[in-house]
Structures are given as structure tokens and as C-alpha cells.
């Protein structure tokens, strides 16, 4: 029975990174849609306000090719960006993103819950063991519905994870955030 419990132990670890993994590739592919709306937003913005200008200019100007040039390309370039944003929906994106990596980040922490669960010592195998396979159900229901993910914010969540350890706190960290009565290694209180 204790091969049992570390072999399940160490299956829900593995889940817990694959989960782990996935939220952040999620949250960091949300950015990424957003920073691009944000950068195409403000460069549309940008360029009307140059086709207006040359509109003006060739109302007083009418003669000057130039202006009636570089009109018609800033007029193109507002084209093709409101092409653009409305054929591939950035904002719908990142909303359908960071709501996968919001159902992700629940998962996680109930193979947390698990992993602390199996642990305590306190469940037996049978109850532990369907536990596991109803967070895999979620997991892979999860899965089949999230929007698809970029190389770049796998690349990126992966930096994130691994080198900035993003998802790691010190003992210091944890109690700044915490209330005094909580903070640092306080007595466990347990069932009599």
C-alpha cells in the first residue's frame, strides 16, 4: 500500500507540472495578444490621424502630389490594420486565454490540495486514487476546450517558470503577505 501512495504521489506531481506549465503558457499567450492589440491599436490610431491631416492639407493644398500620396498610403495602412484586428480578434484571445489559465490556476491548487492530502496521511488509497482521476477528468476537459498557444509564449512561459521561478516564494515573501498570527513555521494544530 505505501508503493501505492508514492506511486500516486509522484503521478500527481507530474500532473501538478503539466497543469503548473500550462496556466503560465496561458497567461503569458493572453499577454502576448494583448501587447500586439495594444502596439496595432495605437499604430491605426496613429496613422488616421495622419490621413486626416493629409485630408485637411489636400483641401488647402490641392496641387501637391505628395500629400495626396502619402494620404493614400496612411489611408491603406488604416485599411489593412482594421483588416487586421477584426479578422484575427486579439481582444477575444486574450480573454478566451486568461479565462483557460483562470480554470487552470483552480486545478492547480487542488493537486495541491491533493498532494498535501496524500502527504497527512490521513486518506486511504481508494478515496486518494478517485480524487486523482476527477482532477484528470477536469484537466483533460480543460485541455480540449483551450484556444491554441504560440512556440513564443511556451518559450516564454518556460523562462518565466524556470529561470525567473515565477511561481516560487520564500519563507520571507510568504509572511510579508500573510497576517503576523499566520506567518513562518506556527504550531500545526491537529484532531485529538
Do not use: C
Not at 501512495?5 to 507530474?14: E, F
Not at 498557444?149 to 520564500?170: I, P
Amino acid at each position: 500500500m505505501k508503493n501505492d501512495i508514492k506511486m500516486l504521489q509522484n503521478v500527481v506531481r507530474h500532473s501538478f507540472t503539466a497543469v503548473a506549465e500550462t496556466h503560465k503558457i496561458h497567461e503569458v499567450q493572453a499577454d502576448i495578444y494583448i501587447a500586439r492589440y495594444t502596439v496595432l491599436e495605437w499604430i491605426r490610431i496613429i496613422v488616421a490621424g495622419a490621413t486626416s491631416a493629409g485630408l485637411i492639407a489636400i483641401l488647402f493644398e490641392k496641387d501637391e502630389f505628395w500629400i495626396k500620396l502619402i494620404t493614400a498610403i496612411a489611408s491603406f495602412i488604416t485599411a489593412i490594420i482594421t483588416g487586421v484586428m477584426q479578422s484575427f480578434d486579439l481582444k477575444d484571445g486574450e480573454s478566451s486565454q486568461k479565462a483557460t489559465a483562470r480554470k487552470l490556476l483552480r486545478l492547480r491548487d487542488e493537486y495541491i490540495t491533493l498532494l498535501m492530502e496524500i502527504r497527512n496521511g490521513r486518506r486511504d488509497y481508494e478515496s486518494l486514487l478517485e480524487q486523482y482521476k476527477s482532477l484528470e477528468k477536469q484537466k483533460h476537459e480543460i485541455y480540449e476546450d483551450a484556444p491554441r498557444t504560440t512556440d513564443k509564449a511556451s518559450r516564454k512561459a518556460m523562462k518565466k517558470l524556470h529561470v525567473n521561478l515565477d511561481n516560487q516564494f520564500s519563507e520571507e515573501e510568504t509572511d510579508i503577505l500573510l497576517p503576523e498570527y499566520l506567518r513562518g513555521e506556527g504550531e500545526v494544530v491537529t484532531k485529538q
